[in-house]
Antibody, heavy 122, light 105 residues
């Protein structure tokens, strides 16, 4: 059974960089039909896609965060990571990592991590 | 940018059929999926590629997509189906609908 687990600081100061890692277990991170994504959910609000990475390192990001986001992958550790710079209180959210199934286009997220709450506060 | 619109809330009586809509321009040209999210839990995929059901999802969950509207239908709704439901599609980026809170009362 595939499992994803987010890890990283739960508290980040304004203007600093949020860094999270997702560790994949129970399956391969290098299968071609899978991409690996980050999604966030502010308290009491809906889901917002942040970005996705392929095991080769190819990435695509949501336009509204593109200038502040970087996603990378370490296939040897079966991990992919998120960095979000210059954070503000508006970046406070539960951050999820998830596996994305890809056909001719990216399709859906079939496995999700449990999520980790990141609070931006001084 | 592409947008998916869902009603904020919906209600249904136990045993009845719940329908949740997701609207977007020429949505029928895209694959739509649906997620169920209960309080404090991660989203769970309940429908993918418009109408396919993942293993382990009850048959009472079904989906359709025509014109500008995709619909998630829950037949014989149970109390355990009370949750937030999100539609999602791809239009050069991943797009989520705003979510619909389904109340079973």
């Amino acid at each position: 059974q595939l499992q994803l687990q987010e890890s990283g600081p739960g508290l980040v100061k304004p203007s600093e960089t949020l860094s999270l890692t997702c560790t994949v277990s129970g399956g391969s991170i290098t299968i071609g039909s899978y991409h690996w994504g980050w999604i966030r959910q502010p308290p009491g609000k809906g889901l917002e896609w942040i970005g996705t990475i392929y095991y080769s390192g190819s990435t695509y990001y949501t336009p509204s965060l593109k200038s502040r986001v970087s996603i990378s992958v370490d296939t040897s550790k079966k991990q992919f990571s998120l960095k979000l710079s210059s954070v503000t209180a508006a970046d406070t959210a539960v951050y999820y990592c998830a596996r994305q199934i890809v056909g001719t286009t990216p399709l859906y997220f079939d496995y999700w991590g449990q999520g980790t709450l990141v609070t931006v506060s001084s | 940018s592409y947008e998916l619109t869902q009603p904020p809330s919906a209600s249904v009586s136990p045993g009845q059929t719940a329908s949740i809509t997701c609207s977007g321009d020429k949505l029928e040209d895209k694959y739509v999926c649906w997620y169920q999210q209960k309080p404090g839990q991660s989203p769970v995929l309940v429908i993918y590629q418009d109408s396919r059901r993942p293993s382990g999802i009850p048959e009472r969950f079904s989906g359709s997509n025509s014109g500008n509207t995709a619909t998630l239908t829950i037949s014989g709704t149970q109390a355990m189906d009370e949750a937030d439901y999100y539609c999602q599609a791809w239009d050069s980026t991943v797009v989520f609908g705003g979510g619909t809170k389904l109340t079973v009362l």
